[in-house]
């Protein structure tokens, strides 16, 4: 099977294994954080709020962490990066345990996971083309969003469960369990070659512009991160702010209902990875990666109508494949098109640029949310994401990416 053929490789299938695991204690998380912090405060800015500290400090430390990621050993830098979440969420559930976890300490430990993801993001996803060949990049690219999206549908529905049953401290436990397991996985994995950008004594500001300059010289590249660090927000942020209290305030449910919409979302992902990860050759990448997009800009929107727990976890569904479609694509595109050496710089300029603007997002989100109600912000969210992708294929660099 075409999708599978990545896990012949033992390196591969070590980064795979321990960043699937990882993936669930994440979901896990995130369900028992939304939730902690909904019983706790009670306010979607408070949510927004933590979202905001944990994607600043990433976005501020992304251009070094692309340039770290070119320069140093890219195993070690997320093998560090894993350990040091582990200690963090040991401290988080250690604290939750105790009852004396607050507001404060979330933001705290949300910065430093924002700082961390600045490193790790970058060499996690610039180190995947070099240890498999080039024919067999689909396939890893595929099995890597596979992975997160069946923790995706699995750890929501078993995080909600979690909570339900042991409370939100053992969820948390369960979380930093899983990096200590990430960074088990990474420890055997032989050394990888040294880039060319770590043989040479450039500075620092030299090694940023190689980066920038490789992404401005390709009109589909800068082109795209400026049009998603637009999307990013007004797709982003009623999902991570405003769906909580949509649960709660416009369909009267309860942390169940949310895992369970969480997972449809999931679904979608993984049945997208699944549809890309056969296709060898996927023609007419442009067209296909904004058609989904665009697409998805309608499920955001259909959220805000009244169609109920069904209609919604629908909805959610179809927005998971769209993603997943957008999100493979340019995934692989990438990883064809942008020389190894430039990689972890292209990737973190890519990062930045597509998020640059998620905690702006997040803030008016959840201010928006508290205002106008999550059905509103759903609907605004789903008609401005159409809009930004309609503009996006107005340029031929778009329609001619193939």
């Known amino acids: 099977m075409v999708l599978l053929t990545s896990l012949r490789h033992r390196s591969f299938a070590l980064l795979w294994s321990g960043q699937t695991i990882s993936r669930l204690g994440d979901s896990l998380y995130r369900v028992a954080l939304a939730w902690w912090v909904l019983e706790k405060t009670g306010s979607a800015a408070a949510m927004g709020t933590v979202l905001i500290f944990s994607f600043a400090p990433m976005l501020l430390f992304l251009l070094i962490g692309g340039v770290a990621v070119d320069r140093f050993p890219r195993l070690r830098l997320m093998l560090a990066s894993d350990a040091l979440r582990g200690l963090v969420a040991t401290a988080i559930a250690a604290l939750a345990f105790g009852g004396q976890l607050e507001v404060w300490h979330i933001y705290v430990a949300s910065i430093f996971f924002g700082f961390v993801s600045a490193f790790f993001q970058p060499a996690y996803s610039a180190t995947i083309p070099d240890i498999m060949p080039r024919e067999s990049l689909p396939s890893a690219n595929s099995l890597t969003s596979l992975s997160g999206e069946i923790t995706g549908i699995v750890g929501p529905a078993l995080g909600a469960a979690i909570v339900a049953l042991w409370g939100t401290s053992m969820a948390f436990a369960l979380d930093a369990l899983s990096f200590f397991i990430s960074a088990a996985c990474i420890i055997p994995l032989p050394p990888l070659p040294a880039t060319h950008a770590g043989e040479r004594a450039t500075g620092v500001l030299t090694d940023l512009r190689a980066g920038l300059s490789a992404v401005f010289a390709q009109p589909w590249l800068w082109l795209t991160i400026a049009i998603f660090a637009l999307v ?132 008016v989100a959840g201010w928006a949310t508290d205002l106008l109600g999550p059905q509103l912000v759903f609907l605004a969210g789903g008609a401005l994401t159409m809009a930004l992708i309609g503009l996006g294929l107005l340029h031929p660099a778009i329609r001619r990416l193939d």
């Open 232 to 363: 990013n927000v007004t797709a982003s942020g009623p999902r991570l702010v405003a769906l909580p209290f949509l649960v709660r305030e416009g369909l009267h449910a309860d942390v169940g209902t949310l895992g369970l919409l969480l997972s449809f979302e999931s679904a979608g992902l993984m049945l997208g990875s699944i549809w890309l990860g056969r296709k060898t050759r996927l023609r007419h990448r442009g067209l296909v990666a904004y058609g989904a997009s665009l697409l998805g800009g309608l499920a955001i929107l259909a959220i805000g109508l009244p169609i109920g727990v069904p209609g919604v976890a629908l909805a959610l569904l179809f927005h998971g494949f769209t993603t997943a479609l957008f999100s493979l694509i340019w995934t692989n595109t990438l990883q064809e098109m942008v020389p190894r050496e430039l990689m972890g710089r292209v990737v973190s300029v890519d990062m930045l640029g597509s998020f640059v603007l998620l905690p702006v997002g997040f803030g």
